[in-house]
């Protein structure tokens, strides 16, 4: 056994400008949705548009307690209900198809490309019936799906694209443009706990739709058709409101706000060090019997959310053997993600077989997910290194 500490799969890095907002909020009074949320959303909203192409139109942002809310608010804006198909990734969390049941609609599951690990688009026309409504992409690991060929069949078929750009802050496609500004239906990050930036738990939608935006606005609270910040600080009786649907509950408070504000400051220096830390690892395990993640193409941006490696065909040792290899040497390490096609779940109700999803099914089988994060220090780069080394070797 190693001596060291042991060496967690991932960790928030959460500063003392975090800590201090937090207090301030909670010495303010104000707990729930109103200053601080709304700053976070305007702060997403400039974050983005300083990336714009110059003829685009700017985004709107809508905090929201999670991803998942973020994506079910989303599909219910867009009408999506029973009788409805939705294709997404089988190699995804099983958020990205729960929301697709949310809503009475059914999930269309898509084997993804080999080297990516993202929606295969060949396979996505394919999948395309009389009852298809919407495709969902995920921007695995942080590296961009291939967006505008997504985009083209949308066009052609009539669909809506929800991106779940869980992993995607910051990601951009080849031509520079941000996830957040391809002018999609809508697109959601998550800031939950283990993710590129946090606020615990969280998660921001951005469209350009103003109808999607109103009616997300207004599902993320009761139905209400005013959010608590305006119903008591407006001019209008602070006791009124109108009830004009059965909403949801999935507004962000100001005390997960109040660290938002600040890790959205901090997104583009995390995402530097954790390409720093994934380009040490290409080198350090360039020649050993391991598959390495497909990189970004020069002028793209990953954001490197997670780094999966994928035992090559010819390694010495299988996968299990591998992470309790690890283990043993203090490395703490994860598997993203058993598809849903295995799930017991999703493969009852929909009759998912492996051998409809041999891409999915095959890296399923020889991947591990390594520690990739911003307040790892070179040190516990080399460990991870090291312990990987020393297990490849059979020692
Ligand atoms: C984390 C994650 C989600 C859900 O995010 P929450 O904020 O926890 O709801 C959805 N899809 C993918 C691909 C994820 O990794």
Redesign the pocket.
Known sequence: MSELPFLPFALPEIGEEEVQEVAQCLRSGWLTTGPKTRQFETDFEAMLANQLNTDQEPVSAIAVN????G?HLALEALGIGPGDEVIVPTH??T??AEVVRYMGADPVFVDVLPDSLNLNPVLVEKAITPKTRMIMP?HFAGLAAPMHEIMQIAKTHGLKVVE?A??ALPTSLHDGQWIGNLGTDATVF???AN?TMTTG???MLVSRNPDLIKRVKTMRLHGINRDVFDRFTSKAPSWYYEVVAPGFKYNLTDIASAIGIHQLQKAAGFQKRRQAIAQYYHRELANLPVVLPQVADADALHSWHLYVLRLADNCPIDRDTFVDQLYAQGIGCSVHYIPLHLQPYWRDTYNLRAEHFPVSQHAYERMVSIPLYSKMTDIDAERVVNAIKKALSGA
């Open positions: 999670s991803a998942t809310a994506l995804t969390f958020a990205t995920v779940d869980a992993h998550s800031f939950y993710k738990e969280g998660g």
